[in-house]
């Protein structure tokens, strides 16, 4: 061992343009200046191939980039996990799936509910298209889906091209007796998609939504769209919940007894309303007469606490992970971040698994997050985070520490630009007492992210530019901060997963033979 390290993880900060549009570049941030003027540096990739997505053309998110830093390896993921499996047909082959449709045939409706976009964070308007085609020929009679739109993912006002690519392809199946429709939806940050147990009144709202049919009713989900616009002028992840009807009547409740697939297939948002579906002692808000539908997940969510208990596409078995091989090492950890980014530096750093790998070497810490629109507290608990790490530094007791400031991704999905320039210079403070209490307690200290996005708050397309709430497509800094040593990175191209072998080296450690290289 030869010095204790932090790793500081910029939440959604790449490189960007250094236009007006790239806020990292916009803020008054001295200390990220001079880390990289002044330290070993380089950008690595984190999204597409090099975090097991299909192509480069996939922006990374939070969970597949804190997979990758934490595994020091690349593993089939999200989109192309279910990609392979409907394209091989496995997932038609599961028991679940089988399940599913033969409680559908017998006369029950099945039901899809998922975020509607080609995104490849949460879904794939792609792989709900597949599911539907593979019903209908496995003769299922009524199926209905619930739609979330995205604008997060996806350009912020493009929720109606893919209701008119969903509503096209239900009228081709709506043959020979069947009933395959949009039956609700609403956008992802008003209703279903919480996350972390931050706010369980979102979940509630789509409850009544999908299940129970309650809420503003309209012909289509292009009415509700296109007038709720029109009231509002709000963009589509803030769309309020809709039910379409027909003759005044809603299309179709989610009724007991029917079948329920969860299309998304990424975790954080999707874990509470599967548990208000899967959970018999569900006490979080009242489910009204439900008794139970056969409900699944595209995938499970979380495999240590069974959410759900049935699902469609086995996970990636992530081994031989960073903390697994610091705890065989004998190595002390500690992890925090706020709730928004808890999960990140410990369930999927830790390759998609609950709880600890040791107890007696591993500390993790939660910082609750405030309930408030992200834009108008701008600084989220970066004070906070950055006082628990200076005081595990001060301690003495660890020999590595790992921190997720989460304002660059959860501040620039708002898309307001002030926010997040306030958000990243609340960031570089954070960053500055760091690097001082490395000195005066003698750390090395590490400074990535997991995917870029407050790089990038505009989009120019057509000739008009226009507000963007996504992630980039951009690489994001790797910096070593040591005044003890002088590191250099090796010449190459790096991705997320080279970070935990460059760790173990820096530490004097051998990595196992499955990793990627080091950086150093």
Not at 174 to 188: K, L, M, Q, V
Not at 192 to 202: C, G, I, Q
Not at 463 to 471: F, L, M, N
Not at 493 to 516: D, F, H, Q, R, S
Request: net charge negative; hydrophobic share 40%.
């Amino acid at each position: 061992m030869k010095k204790p390290i932090v790793l500081v993880i910029m939440d959604g900060v790449g490189k960007g343009d250094g236009g007006s549009g790239d806020a990292v570049a916009v803020a008054k941030t001295p200390t990220l200046d001079n880390l990289l003027a002044t330290c070993p540096h380089t950008y690595v990739k984190a999204h597409g191939a090099a975090v097991g997505l299909p192509s480069d053309d996939d922006m990374g998110n939070s969970e597949v980039g804190h997979n990758a830093l934490g595994c020091g390896q690349v593993y089939s993921q999200g989109a192309k996990l279910v990609g392979e499996s409907i394209e091989n047909g496995t997932l038609y082959e599961s028991a679940t799936w089988k399940d599913l449709v033969a409680n559908a045939v017998s006369g029950k409706a099945m039901h899809f509910l998922g975020l509607l976009s080609d995104g490849n964070v949460h879904s794939n308007i792609a792989h709900l298209i597949a599911l539907l085609r593979q019903a209908k020929a496995e003769g299922v009679k009524k199926a209905y889906c619930h739609i979330l739109l995205d604008g997060r993912d996806v350009p912020a006002t493009s929720a109606l091209e893919y209701v008119a690519q969903l509503e096209a392809v239900l009228a081709e199946l709506n043959t020979e007796g069947c009933d395959y429709a949009i039956a609700s939806g609403g956008g992802r940050m008003q209703v279903t998609m919480d996350r972390y147990e931050a706010n369980w009144a979102m979940v509630e709202l789509g409850w009544r939504t999908h299940v129970q049919a309650q809420g503003r009713m309209f012909a289509s989900a292009a009415e509700a769209i296109e007038t709720y616009r029109a009231e509002t002028g709000v963009i589509d992840q803030d769309l309020p919940a809709f039910v379409v009807a027909r003759n005044g009547a809603p299309v179709a409740k989610i009724e007991n007894g029917d079948s329920v697939i969860l299309f998304n297939f990424r975790g954080d948002r999707a874990q509470e309303i599967s548990l208000a579906f899967d959970r018999k002692d569900f006490d979080k808000f009242d489910r009204g007469d439900y008794t139970g539908v056969k409900f699944a997940g595209m995938l499970q969510y979380d495999g240590d606490l069974n959410i759900p208990e049935n699902y469609l596409v086995q996970p990636p078995v992530i081994k031989n992970t960073l903390t697994e091989v610091l705890c065989e090492a004998g190595i002390r950890e500690y992890a925090v971040s706020e709730t928004q980014k808890y999960g990140h530096v410990t369930y999927f750093w830790n390759g998609n698994r609950s709880g600890k790998v040791c107890e007696e070497l591993e500390t993790y810490e939660e910082i609750p997050s405030d309930v408030i629109p992200f834009e108008q507290a701008p600084a989220m608990k970066s004070k906070e985070i950055t006082e628990k790490v200076v005081e595990a530094m001060a301690s003495g007791k660890y020999e590595f520490i790992r921190c997720n400031y989460p304002n660059g991704d959860m501040v620039g999905h708002t898309g307001v630009m002030d926010a997040v320039v306030y958000a990243m210079e609340c960031v570089d403070g954070g960053l500055k007492a760091v690097i001082e209490a490395a000195d005066k307690y003698g750390y090395t200290v590490l400074v990535t992210a997991d995917h870029g996005n407050a790089d990038q708050m505009t989009e120019t397309k057509k000739g008009k530019t226009s507000v963007r709430t996504a992630h980039s497509l951009n690489p994001v800094p790797f910096i070593i901060y040591d005044k003890d040593t002088a590191w250099q990175i090796k010449d190459g191209a790096y991705g997320l997963a080279n970070v935990a072998p460059t760790i173990v080296k820096m530490m004097g450690l051998n990595a196992p033979a499955c990793w990627e290289e080091s950086m150093v």
